[in-house]
């Protein structure tokens, strides 16, 4: 369930989780504040918390700041470069007479053939439908892997463009993926889908569930690490107001 509300000039955003006891409060890479809690936590016990770290939200504005100096907006044109499996392949764009956009995987580069008229948004577009494409088979590949390692079998696996998930598993073991994830290197494509398939047992982040997740990647904290630091660069080429879900 997710609700808003103005807390100390910043718009807030409130996820309530059922399963959730602590509040934990995060700064996305857009500005936006999130505040995940359990259902029952009153309002005021989240402006109370959010209050406390205020300094905590400045401090990560500013990081964001820096960041878009450092990765400015995208213009899906030859010199871009996108996040490929955990490696910067540089956009090669050639422009032809074709009437569709089409994108191939070269020896060292991601290229786009397009015609003369195709606009930024449509460049955009094809690329992440390039994206959807690998994902749909590499992330489905992954998930029979993993899950004939693990010894489970969710019910059902789409592949999905959320905005603030990795990857989710419902309480019918129903798993969901985002297809932004071949973005980031194998490994940390696999502790996703790890973690998820772990949830399969446990519905939470008990040490039980950590303790199922280290069997499997014991190397998960790194991996984590990896989605955390590389967020903004993967959320700049992936930029929410452009893309077509």
Known sequence: MREFTEIENHRVEIWRRSYQRSMNLTVRPDGRVRVTC?????????????????????????EIEVLRVKFPPK???SGDEFLFFGKNWPLQVVWTWAPRIK????ENAL?????????LEDRQRALNRFYKKQAALHLTERVEHWSRRMGEQPTAVSIRGQRTRWGSCSSDNKITLNWKLLA????V??????????HMQHMNHSPYFWARVSEFQPEWKVSRRWLKEHEFAIANQFPQQRMAE
């Open 184 to 187: 980031a290197p194998p490994e």
């Open 111 to 119: 290229e786009i053939l397009t015609p003369t008229t195709a606009t």
């Open 75 to 77: 213009q899906w044109l």
């Open 103 to 106: 994108v191939e995987i070269r």
């Open 38 to 62: 359990g259902k029952r936590i009153p309002v005021r016990e989240i402006v109370r918390f959010v209050g406390e770290s205020v300094h905590f939200i400045e401090k990560r504005l500013a």
């Open 189 to 198: 494509i696999d502790y996703v889908i790890i973690h998820e398939l772990a």
